[in-house]
């Protein structure tokens, strides 16, 4: 072999070298760029939402759950009144006579009471001015009896009893005989009802006469033997709690 062949032979072969090193790379930086696009892809796809856990879900109820209850919760209120005077109601109208419904007020001028006031009372031939305490936590007047006694008189029950002060010595006692309206249930203050009599008496406080339902009761440990509620007051007019003595003086507002 010539030298010119042998210079020919080493050039292809350094040709083929240089060449299929070059593939070699070229190839490899293929691969390599197309790597990133891969990444790409896969970074570019949008995460799902993370779903709220069960957890947080009822963290989010529970204030509207302990609202309701809130609101469900109404204080109960009672009205304060004289031991013994609480009546319980039998029926739809002595409820609505319990839940006080207020009322446009009148343009009439109304006549206005003391907390005590003098009431006359009478057995038909003598008449006893007593004290009486005019009571709006009451629902049905009271009056101080002693001596009661039920008894029939042309087929239907009547009571009688004695009306005095048992505060003043030298009070009289006026023997009072009446038609028996109803037994009354009066819840006393341990919690108990106790059965008493119940009668319409005529009686007057300043220059007004008026018939209203009197429950019988023993009214010794009272202010006041006579005790005025609100089923008599509301026909009366408007009571000053901070003044007594007012029916003769005619205060009108």
Same mark, same amino acid.
């Given at each position: 072999m010539t030298n010119k062949s042998k210079a020919s032979t080493v050039l292809i072969c350094l040709l083929y070298l240089f060449c299929g090193g070059g593939l070699v790379t070229a190839a490899d930086n293929a691969v390599t760029e197309e790597k990133p696009q891969k990444v790409e892809q896969s970074e570019s796809k949008p995460k799902p939402e993370s779903e709220p856990k069960p957890s947080e879900e009822k963290k989010a109820e529970e204030p509207d759950d302990a609202k309701k209850a809130d609101d469900s919760k109404e204080p109960a209120k009672e009205e304060k009144t004289e031991p013994g005077d609480k009546e319980e109601p039998k029926n739809a109208e002595d409820a609505e006579a319990v839940?006080?419904?207020?009322?446009?007020?009148?343009?009439?001028?109304?006549?206005?009471?003391?907390?005590?006031?003098?009431?006359?009372?009478?057995?038909? =031939?003598?008449?006893?001015?007593?004290?009486? =305490?005019?009571?709006?936590?009451? +629902?049905?007047?009271?009056i101080h009896a002693e001596e009661k006694e039920l008894f029939e008189r042309d087929g239907k029950k009547w009571v009688r009893f004695i009306v005095t002060d048992p505060g003043e010595k030298d009070s009289q006692r006026l023997r009072i005989e009446a038609p028996l309206v109803r037994?009354?249930?009066?819840?006393?203050?341990?919690?108990?009802?106790?059965?008493?009599?119940?009668?319409?008496?005529?009686?007057?406080?300043?220059?007004?006469?008026? =018939?209203?339902?009197?429950? +019988?009761?023993?009214?010794?440990?009272?202010?006041?033997?006579?005790?005025?509620?609100?089923?008599?007051?509301?026909?009366?007019?408007?009571?000053?709690?901070?003044?007594?003595?007012?029916?003769?003086?005619k205060v009108m507002r």
């Amino acid at each position: 072999m010539t030298n010119k062949s042998k210079a020919s032979t080493v050039l292809i072969c350094l040709l083929y070298l240089f060449c299929g090193g070059g593939l070699v790379t070229a190839a490899d930086n293929a691969v390599t760029e197309e790597k990133p696009q891969k990444v790409e892809q896969s970074e570019s796809k949008p995460k799902p939402e993370s779903e709220p856990k069960p957890s947080e879900e009822k963290k989010a109820e529970e204030p509207d759950d302990a609202k309701k209850a809130d609101d469900s919760k109404e204080p109960a209120k009672e009205e304060k009144t004289e031991p013994g005077d609480k009546e319980e109601p039998k029926n739809a109208e002595d409820a609505e006579a319990v839940i006080a419904v207020a009322r446009p007020v009148s343009a009439d001028p109304v006549q206005v009471y003391g907390w005590r006031e003098n009431v006359i009372v009478s057995d038909g =031939k003598i008449e006893e001015e007593l004290q009486a =305490k005019l009571d709006t936590g009451a +629902l049905t007047s009271s009056i101080h009896a002693e001596e009661k006694e039920l008894f029939e008189r042309d087929g239907k029950k009547w009571v009688r009893f004695i009306v005095t002060d048992p505060g003043e010595k030298d009070s009289q006692r006026l023997r009072i005989e009446a038609p028996l309206v109803r037994i009354a249930l009066i819840k006393e203050p341990a919690g108990e009802s106790e059965a008493r009599e119940v009668v319409r008496l005529g009686f007057k406080i300043g220059d007004r006469k008026l =018939k209203a339902d009197f429950t +019988l009761n023993n009214r010794s440990n009272m202010l006041s033997p006579i005790l005025i509620g609100r089923t008599t007051i509301k026909e009366l007019g408007w009571v000053d709690p901070s003044r007594a003595y007012l029916a003769d003086k005619k205060v009108m507002r």
